[in-house]
Antibody
Framework: EVQLVESGGGLVKPGGSLRLSCVASGFTFNNAWMTWVRQAPGKGLEWVGRIKMKSDGGTTDYAAPVKGRFTISRDDSKNTLYLQMNSLKTEDTAVYYC???????????WGQGTMVTVSS | SYELTQPPSVSVSPGQTARITCSGDALPKQYAYWYQQKPGQAPVLVIHKDNERPAGIPERFSGSSSGATVTLTISGVQAEDEADYYCQSADSSGTYYVFGTGTKVTVL
């Protein structure tokens, strides 16, 4: 089955750290550019960042609100995408989705999301 | 930072046509994509590359582009189309992606 499954969400205090994982199955993960998108409670979708496949350099790009605090990485041997979140702020509270362009030129494959709550 | 602007809400009666606009300076250069999101669910791609409809998406969903504005049209709206809709594109360099502000479609 083609799917993305996120995990690692939870409650963390401001200034803390958390690492999210996204396990891919059913497609060739190492050929995929992978993206994180988040959605704060009651708010819209926000692009967090992206990592290219290794043959395209494996480079990362981040949205301004998270640059310098969040790091996206991948382990192609484990078909897993990561989001390391440091120096967390209350405004980082959101559902975090991993997504990719599976068959189409658009985000046509999404995980179910994992909730991150930053609160004291 | 680059922004895509959508109307906050659109209300439409069943069987009528809903049009949702999305405006952004880089849209003449970059493709637009549209996503439908229902409460508690992940987004679903309903239009890609401005006007292409993925397999399995009803024909009543269509997209168009004109200059710095793209439009999602839902013809013959059905109750099941009530959802939030987001456009998505990239900045002029194609490096940074962005989602629109979102539009809540209410079926009266």
């Amino acid at each position: 089955e083609v799917q993305l499954v996120e995990s690692g969400g939870g409650l963390v205090k401001p200034g803390g750290s958390l690492r999210l994982s996204c396990v891919a199955s059913g497609f060739t993960f190492n050929n995929a550019w992978m993206t994180w998108v988040r959605q704060a409670p009651g708010k819209g979708l926000e692009w967090v960042g992206r990592i290219k496949m290794k043959s395209d350099g494996g480079t990362t790009d981040y949205a301004a609100p998270v640059k310098g605090r969040f790091t996206i990485s991948r382990d192609d041997s484990k078909n897993t995408l990561y989001l390391q979140m440091n120096s967390l702020k209350t405004e980082d509270t959101a559902v975090y989705y991993c997504t990719t362009r599976y068959k189409l030129d658009g985000f046509d494959l999404w995980g179910q999301g994992t909730m991150v709550t930053v609160s004291s | 930072s680059y922004e895509l602007t959508q109307p906050p809400s659109v209300s439409v009666s069943p069987g009528q046509t809903a049009r949702i606009t999305c405006s952004g300076d880089a849209l003449p250069k970059q493709y637009a994509y549209w996503y439908q999101q229902k409460p508690g669910q992940a987004p679903v791609l309903v239009i890609h590359k401005d006007n292409e409809r993925p397999a399995g998406i009803p024909e009543r969903f269509s997209g168009s582009s004109s200059g710095a504005t793209v439009t999602l049209t839902i013809s013959g709206v059905q109750a099941e189309d009530e959802a939030d809709y987001y456009c998505q594109s990239a900045d002029s360099s194609g490096t940074y992606y962005v989602f629109g502000t979102g539009t809540k479609v209410t079926v009266l």
